[in-house]
């Protein structure tokens, strides 16, 4: 597994660095020592995690990981503990307090292992270095406000063009995310996420039902209970993918 530590202490880095020596399958392929400079090498390098500390001069890790179009693993490594209930919002693997413990280290690790039997799978396909296809396996951050998510991209059912903006349905959220519709469509594996009409896409593995409706188009029930239509010329196309 490839990892980035990021921490604006380079004593802390350092120590972190000795600690993992002891688990092999980690390899540490980069440091930063601020949020910038982490964003620019998880995007660069494409890491399949982080140790991210949460307080640092500029943005905090949280600012980082909410500017990632798809986000790696994460372990954060802070000096604070009233940042844990957040850090769990967010799904983070696990939260070590400084100075890190070399126990909790190996339990943070073995959870790690334990929740990816399948990592590999899990690691975002690159197609070209400044553009690349998310596929249903992929896990992206969401950030709406003060409530963050790590969201599988198989678990979102449905995308909603509001404005400027998306609304993300995955679970009871619904998040708005400043990305048009048709700039997650350029991005979203067409062989999962269809272009319904308009104002919508939906994950085909998220249909439940599909009625004939007005006009000669199509009403795809999701299982979230959403009802969308399906435009006339886009329901030619969805016939063909689906050989209805």
């Known amino acids: 597994m490839r990892a980035i530590l990021i921490d604006d202490e380079r004593l802390a880095r350092a120590e972190l660095r000795k600690l993992l020596q002891e688990f092999p399958e980690i390899e540490i392929i980069d440091e930063a020592s601020n949020a910038e400079e982490g964003l620019h090498k998880i995007e660069t390098q494409n890491p399949d995690l982080i140790f991210l500390d949460i307080q640092m001069p500029g943005k905090t890790g949280f600012d980082l990981l909410s500017e990632l179009d798809h986000a790696p693993h994460v372990i954060f490594t802070t000096a604070y503990d009233e940042y844990a209930l957040k850090a769990f919002e967010v799904n983070a693997l696990d939260y070590l307090l400084k100075p890190v413990e070399p126990r909790r280290l ?138 209805l």
């Not at 596929?135 to 969401?142: G, I, L, S, T």
């Not at 469509?185 to 004939?212: C, S, T």
Request: proline fraction near 3%; charged fraction near 30%.
């Open 106 to 243: 190996a339990d943070a690790v073995e959870k790690l292992k334990r929740s990816n039997s399948n990592f590999v799978s899990d690691r975002p396909q690159q197609l070209s270095e400044n553009n690349s296809i998310l596929n249903e396996n992929d896990q992206v951050f969401v950030k709406d406000g003060e409530r963050c998510w790590f969201v599988k991209l198989g678990e979102v059912r449905l995308f909603e063009s509001v404005g400027n903006y998306a609304k993300v349905f995955f679970g009871p959220n619904k998040p708005l995310i400043l990305k048009s519709l048709n700039a997650l469509e350029e991005r979203l594996d067409e062989k999962v996420f269809f272009r319904a009409n308009r104002k919508h896409i939906v994950n085909l593995r998220m249909i439940d039902k599909i009625e004939p409706y007005f006009n000669g188009g199509l009403l795809l029930e999701l299982k979230g209970g959403e009802k969308i239509e399906v435009s006339r010329r886009q329901t030619v196309k969805f016939k063909e993918m689906m050989s």
